[in-house]
């Protein structure tokens, strides 16, 4: 059953890209006209997560509002504050392992005296030797290369949102970006838990200073469908044992 209800969303996923692929005629994905968008019929209201809104009480003879400051800091504080987050990943490895085993062994057994019962062997085995009747010869060799080189970079800047204070004052950010080049679709999603303090002047923090990050990158597009194996490919290597 898991297997057919596997197959049935493979098949109704490759069914939709592939309509998606047809109606766009081979063409980069359409762009809606300009209008109002609050009129399409999938709009929907922006909703993000936003600060508990604090009253401010007048205070008597105070020229100054409470809630304001001469100096205020610009770097993310509250629920639905802006920041932005810094990634910049250079991950190299290389990795060698070599092994080299041999083993060599040699038995030999003879019963040239056994109990009187020697004298008995030749008549089960007419052709058995008891000064020779079990010799064995064995060579193993075994020899093991692996190597692992792995080369990354990442350099991007992406605007997240402040979506949770924790209780310990640390901040939950998360961020969303697409942007599209021709007939490819590209999405950036970071995600993780920041300090306060780890936030810069400018109102930026590094992705190493990031607990929990999840950073993803990638898209859709021709490239992207082109790269991909087919679908009937992907089922294949899902349930073929062998």
């Given amino acids: 059953m898991r297997a057919l209800a596997l197959c049935a969303l493979l098949a109704l996923g490759g069914c939709a890209a592939t309509l998606q692929r047809l109606g766009d005629g081979g063409g980069p994905p359409k762009m809606t006209q300009p209008g109002d968008p609050t009129k399409d019929p999938s709009w929907r209201p922006v909703s993000l997560p936003m600060p508990v809104p604090q009253p401010v009480v007048p205070e008597a003879n105070a020229l100054w509002q409470g809630g304001r400051t001469f100096f205020p800091d610009q770097r993310a504080a509250t629920v639905g504050d802006i920041i932005t987050v810094l990634v910049n990943i250079t991950d190299a490895a290389d990795l060698k392992n070599a092994t080299t085993a041999t083993r060599n062994g040699n038995e030999a057994m003879a ?42 970079t990442i350099t991007l800047r992406v605007a997240g949102v402040v979506t949770q204070v924790l209780p310990n004052g640390n901040l939950a950010v998360a961020a969303r970006q697409q942007v599209r080049v021709n007939s490819e679709l590209r999405e950036l999603q970071v995600s993780g838990v920041i300090r306060p303090q780890d936030i810069a002047s400018d109102n930026t923090v590094q992705h190493d200073r990031m607990a929990e990050a999840r950073i993803s990158y990638g898209g859709r597009g021709q490239l992207t469908d082109v790269q991909a194996p087919r679908y009937g490919q992907q089922l294949m290597d899902i349930l073929l044992p062998f």
């Fill in 111 to 152: 019963t040239p005296n056994l109990f009187g019962l020697e004298k008995s062997i030749p008549h089960w085995f007419p052709n058995a030797n008891v000064n020779s009747l079990v010799a064995t010869n064995s060579n193993n060799a075994n020899t093991g290369t692996a190597e692992i080189k792995r080369l990354e």
